[in-house]
């Protein structure tokens, strides 16, 4: 049994919320899509820890200030430590938001946590940084350093870079948060992801890049992932699949994931000429 049919199958199972149909067909509701997971995804794959840290700024001139500090001093000094693929983004359109993402990946929270002795130790950083840090606090480089920190979900525990992002060919991201009225709701709607939803977005091209449940930030319970595209309207087209495809209609209307989702925030993005995303 592959698989896809195996989720749906399970989903189809949670919806009648009858015991005797997963024995009927042989599944197990719990091991059945778990066992695809660990086929698909690669056992042996460790869950990255993400930091998404959002300078945030009004002012455009701000934004390329702190855009040439993550270029000329950040990035190198982060990809000497051994941290790659790193996305740094800014919002879409016509906005007044002038802050910048940045997306850092993280094997072990013991990386996050030496990285700020490693940069007070980098000569080549301090002093790839040093105008930087002299900007006087009357005239400061960004309002706040906004960041949330992220451990990938099971289902998809390491950044995929899409096809556009390893050309370098032009792309869009959409970053979604999901908040949640309690931590156990946000639990479920992990689960959700894991167990079949992150499967149906692969399957109608959204490339997705990353999915975190989110640790710490000022807005928790919530998770938060990024899709990429081409262009808008292959976007467009990628989530008009979503909501009519078939495995989504039927694991929508699942009792179990009722009620996980009460708000949901989303940032249309574009990568900077440097970003390794």
Not at 68 to 97: C, H, M, N, S, W
Not at 121 to 148: M, V
């Amino acid at each position: 049994m592959n698989c896809m049919l195996s989720r749906r199958l399970w989903m189809t199972a949670l919806l009648a919320a009858s015991t005797s149909v997963p024995a009927l067909l042989g599944l197990s509701l719990a091991s059945a899509p778990a066992t695809c997971l660990a086929a698909e995804s690669g056992a042996a794959a460790e869950q990255e820890y993400y930091e998404l840290r959002i300078y945030r700024n009004t002012d455009p001139a701000q934004q390329k200030v702190v855009g040439e500090y993550v270029q000329q001093a950040l990035l190198p000094a982060l990809g000497r430590q051994g941290i790659d693929r790193i996305g740094v983004f800014t919002p879409t359109g016509e906005t007044k938001d002038a802050s910048l993402y940045v997306l850092i990946p993280y094997r072990s929270l013991d990386q996050l946590g030496q990285q700020n002795a490693a940069l007070a130790e980098d000569k080549a950083y301090q002093s790839a940084a040093a105008d930087f840090f002299a900007l006087p606090k009357e005239t400061p480089a960004y309002e706040r350093i906004e960041s949330r920190l992220m451990k990938a979900f099971a289902g998809m525990p390491v950044i995929e870079l899409p096809a556009e992002s390893q050309k370098k060919a032009p792309r869009i991201f959409e970053l979604r948060i999901y908040e949640s009225h309690n931590a156990d709701k946000a639990r479920l709607k992990v689960e959700m992801f894991n167990k079949g939803e992150i499967d149906i977005m692969k399957a109608v091209k959204m490339a997705p890049v990353f999915y975190g449940e989110t640790l710490i930030s000022n807005d928790a319970p919530n998770l938060t992932y990024l899709l990429s595209a081409s262009d808008a309207a292959a976007h467009k087209e990628h989530w008009d699949a979503f909501r009519t495809h078939p495995d989504w209609d039927v694991m929508k209307k699942l009792d179990r994931y009722k009620d996980t989702v009460t708000k949901i925030h989303s940032v249309m993005l574009e990568p900077t000429a440097y970003s390794q995303i």
